[in-house]
């Protein structure tokens, strides 16, 4: 007995060495990407989505220089410019389908398309995909309203800016998944974009392993708190989706599992490559899917039972969003490019992309994680099985007491499996994939077994 608590007390201390010392590793490949992200480059992207005048989801199609069509066009004309530098691995289209009136938002037939970019993954036996989107259509007040100008530089040009100015940094380098940009349509008139797109990753079975969208995220102070800061930023995430939580209900309770959903998993990792790589700002976990009397393009996926949070910015200005251009008693009303921090949006826009490189790079998600948990002890035991791709360096087990909202703790190995003196009972428990340089992949909380 006392030479299996030695064991396990190295394995303790063995853990806490290295957590210190990944805790600063920066990997240098991704902080060199980091430095290409420039805030002169995301006003140019938005300067010239403001320039279309509009980009209402129902506005022309046809024009060359005004509205929906010619703003999708301009956007597959960069993502074909930084194809070029892919080496062949980066190609762009539009993915077009015809909407027919609802009775709602939409009063008549209209061609509506997601531009997307696709970075496909260097290793063949690799299948993930990560993906990352800003809804590029805009609005004023009146939703139905397709002729008046709507810049739409923050709702949503600076989520469409973002990927933009991902998928040009991002396109020289080379990654084991693949990666997808996207600015999604129709947004405004019912995530109809996002729908579709959603419902195509499911029809082709897509292994999609994290949906990062980006939404009003560029602006850094409210006239309601009066407040102007620049150092932080919200991520929403679901405790649990609706996809079939009927179905999975007697173990989460069991288990008390409902703070551990795909979502929120994601949020947490987000938060800590986030604030690994991007000095001077905090990343907020807001446990709830979306603000009140809103909703996002991430919805639609994690009603699917996809990995998606929603990225915005801290305090919104309302005044600036969903506004006919105007002055009134004073103040002024529109989504103008004067209104943003574009220092701001670079350092939001550095975390989505922290974040696709350390996903995209690290080996895929362990498999058949397990708790042991047949016997009463206060220990914990974890097994697990190699992931199906990437180069694996070894593991780390996260734990975290159970009321505490982020992982405390980590615990590296290079075996497949950990006994570790802590009580099941008291604490959380993941296991997440390192790869040789560094990276990680999502964590994975265990299945309790019996056995």
């Known amino acids: 007995m006392k030479k299996t608590t030695a064991l396990l007390l190295f394995c303790t201390f063995s853990a806490f060495t290295s957590h210190a010392q990944q805790v600063v590793q920066r990997d240098p490949t991704i902080a060199?990407?980091?430095?290409?992200?420039?805030?002169?480059?995301?006003?140019?992207?938005?300067?010239?989505l403001v320039s279309f005048g509009t980009r209402?989801?129902?506005?022309?199609?046809?024009?060359?220089k005004r509205g929906i069509g010619a703003s999708r066009q301009w956007v597959l004309s960069r993502f074909n410019e930084f194809a070029k530098q892919s080496g062949g691995r980066m190609t762009a289209t539009i993915d077009t389908w015809m909407l027919q009136p609802d009775g709602r938002r939409v009063d008549q037939p209209q061609e509506i398309g997601n531009v997307m970019a696709t970075l496909k993954g260097t290793d063949p036996n690799d299948d993930r995909i990560f993906m990352v989107s800003g809804h590029i259509d805009s609005r004023v007040s009146d939703v139905s309203n397709r002729e008046s100008d709507a810049p739409g530089a923050n709702d949503d040009g600076s989520g469409t800016a973002a990927v933009i100015e991902l998928a040009r940094v991002m396109s020289k380098y080379a990654f084991p998944a693949t990666i997808i940009f996207v600015t999604v349509s129709g947004e405004e008139q019912g995530l109809l974009g996002a729908n579709h797109l959603a419902e195509r990753a499911v029809t082709e079975k897509w292994n999609l392993e994290a949906l990062l969208n980006n939404d009003i995220m560029g602006s850094n102070h409210s006239p309601?708190?009066?407040?102007?800061?620049?150092?932080?930023l919200r991520i929403f995430s679901e405790g649990l989706s609706g996809f079939e939580t009927d179905k999975r209900a007697s173990g989460i309770?069991?288990?008390?599992?409902?703070?551990?959903?795909?979502?929120?998993?994601?949020?947490?990792?987000?938060?800590e490559?986030?604030?690994?790589y991007v000095d001077n700002l905090e990343v907020r976990l807001i446990y709830r899917n979306d603000r009140y009397l809103r909703g996002g393009d991430h919805t639609p996926f994690?009603?699917?039972?996809?990995?998606?949070?929603?990225?915005?910015?801290?305090n919104e200005n309302f005044n600036n969003q969903h506004q006919d251009l105007r002055t009134d008693k004073g103040i002024e009303y529109g989504d103008y490019a004067k209104n943003m921090d574009f220092e701001y949006l670079r350092k939001n826009t550095c975390v989505n992309l922290a974040s696709l490189a350390s996903l995209a790079k690290a080996p895929a998600m362990p498999q058949n994680v397990t708790l042991e948990a047949r016997n009463l002890t206060n220990s914990t035991s974890l097994f697990w099985q190699t992931p199906k791709s990437g180069k694996v360096k070894g593991y780390y087990v996260l734990m975290r007491e159970t009321h505490m909202p982020f992982w405390q703790k980590k615990f590296f190995t290079d075996k497949n499996g950990l006994t570790l003196p802590y009580s099941k009972d008291n604490y959380f428990f993941a296991v997440q994939?390192?790869?040789e340089d560094g990276?990680?992949?999502?964590p994975v909380l265990p299945r309790p077994s019996m056995r």
């Open 32 to 48: 060199a990407m980091l430095a290409e992200i420039s805030p002169d480059s995301l006003k140019s992207h938005i300067n010239k």
């Open 56 to 64: 209402h989801t129902m506005s022309t199609v046809t024009d060359s």
């Open 224 to 232: 309601d708190t009066k407040l102007i800061d620049n150092t932080k």
């Open 253 to 271: 309770r069991q288990y008390g599992a409902e703070n551990d959903g795909k979502a929120r998993t994601l949020a947490r990792y987000v938060k």
């Open 273 to 276: 490559i986030g604030e690994r």
């Open 302 to 314: 994690v009603n699917r039972d996809f990995a998606a949070v929603r990225i915005t910015e801290m």
């Open 433 to 435: 994939a390192v790869g």
């Open 439 to 442: 990276n990680e992949s999502l």
